[in-house]
Antibody, heavy 117, light 109 residues
């Protein structure tokens, strides 16, 4: 059974770079799946950030413009997310999830990131 | 961009009652591309329904989905105490590939 676990710094300075990893266990990141990043600001709804295939192909949400970089590390079975030039509006719980049939069927527990000086 | 609008924003019901949650899209959505999630406080969302009407693995049959085109509905036939949560609809489509509704909070009356 696939499980996902996000990790990263809980605090990022404004204008800095948010860097998160998502460890995939119980399955291979190279399986025929896409993997998504989703975030949820405090008290708000869900926003899809982007998705990545193990081949390295990505699709991003245009709302985040070119600030997002996603990658996969097959050797460690991990995904990574980098978000540049962060502001307070990027404060959120960040989730990784497995895409399946145009949905997300497996989610990590999420990791909270605050952007503050 | 396809925008999903969920109603009501908050639904107050008692255990044992029937809940009907609505999700309306600004453009037609293929039924294959519409899903529902449940989220409890401090937890990640959980996939309930996919393909608009198919229950995900392990989801009780009191949950059902229906609809087509621009109007979709999640129905909980008889509310259990553990069903009180926030529910989101989600669609897959043109840019951005995935969008979510703003959520309906189902609270105990």
């Amino acid at each position: 059974q696939v499980q996902l676990q996000e990790s990263g710094p809980g605090l990022v300075r404004p204008s800095g770079t948010l860097s998160l990893t998502c460890a995939v266990s119980g399955g291979s990141i190279s399986s025929d799946n896409w993997w998504s990043w989703i975030r949820q600001p405090p008290g708000e709804g869900l926003e899809w950030i982007g998705e990545i295939h193990h081949s390295g192909v990505t699709n991003n949400n245009p709302s985040l413009k070119s600030r997002v970089i996603m990658s996969v590390d097959k050797s460690t079975n991990q995904l990574s997310l980098k978000l540049n030039s962060v502001t307070a509006a990027d404060t959120a719980v960040y989730y990784c999830a497995r895409n399946w049939r145009y949905n997300m069927d497996v989610w990590g527990k999420g990791t909270t990131v605050a952007v503050s000086s | 961009e396809i925008v999903l609008t969920q109603s009501p924003g908050t639904l107050s019901l008692s255990p044992g009652e029937r809940a009907t949650l609505s999700c309306r899209a600004t453009q037609s959505v293929s039924s294959s591309y519409l899903a529902w999630y449940q989220q409890k406080p401090g937890q990640a969302p959980r996939l309930l329904i996919y393909d608009a009407s198919t229950r995900a693995t392990g989801i009780p049959d009191r949950f059902s989905g229906s609809g087509s085109g621009t109007d979709f509905t999640l129905t909980i036939s008889r509310l259990e105490p553990e069903d009180f949560a926030v529910y989101y609809c989600q669609q897959y489509g043109s840019s951005p590939l995935y969008t979510f509704g703003q959520g309906t909070k189902l609270e105990i009356k």
